[in-house]
């Protein structure tokens, strides 16, 4: 079976960390790029960061010098290591998996940071 599993949210005080983990299984998880998703109530779903096959990560400026990606092939798991979280970063993350045939999605996990 195909899926992308999220876990690691929470809520957390402002200056808080999280991180946030997604295991894949199902399929070929090394020949795909990750990426972690966000959305807000009431807002558009957000690219916050991606790490590909081959080569660096890259990240959104809302959460550049805070947020670092990861993955580990040997384990089939994207992580999302989130410092000095904001409460502007209250929503719920989503994993995504992308190949040039195929697209996946996880079931989001809710990050909700306030004090």
């Known amino acids: 079976q195909v899926q992308l599993v999220e876990s690691g949210g929470g809520l957390v005080q402002p200056g808080g960390s999280l991180r946030l983990s997604c295991a894949a299984s199902?399929?070929?998880?090394?020949?795909?790029?990750m990426n972690w998703y966000r959305q807000a109530p009431g807002k558009e779903r957000e690219l916050v960061a991606t790490?590909?096959?081959?080569?660096?990560?890259s990240y959104s400026d809302s959460v550049k010098g805070r947020f670092t990606i990861s993955r580990d092939n040997a384990k089939n798991t994207v992580y999302l290591q989130m410092n000095s979280l904001k409460p502007e970063d209250t929503a719920v993350y989503y994993c995504?998996?992308?190949?040039?045939?195929?697209?996946?999605w996880g079931q989001g996990t809710q990050v909700t940071v306030s004090s």
């Open positions: 995504n998996a992308v190949r040039w045939d195929s697209i996946l």
């Open positions: 199902g399929f070929t998880f090394s020949s795909y790029g």
């Open positions: 790490i590909p096959t081959i080569g660096g990560a």
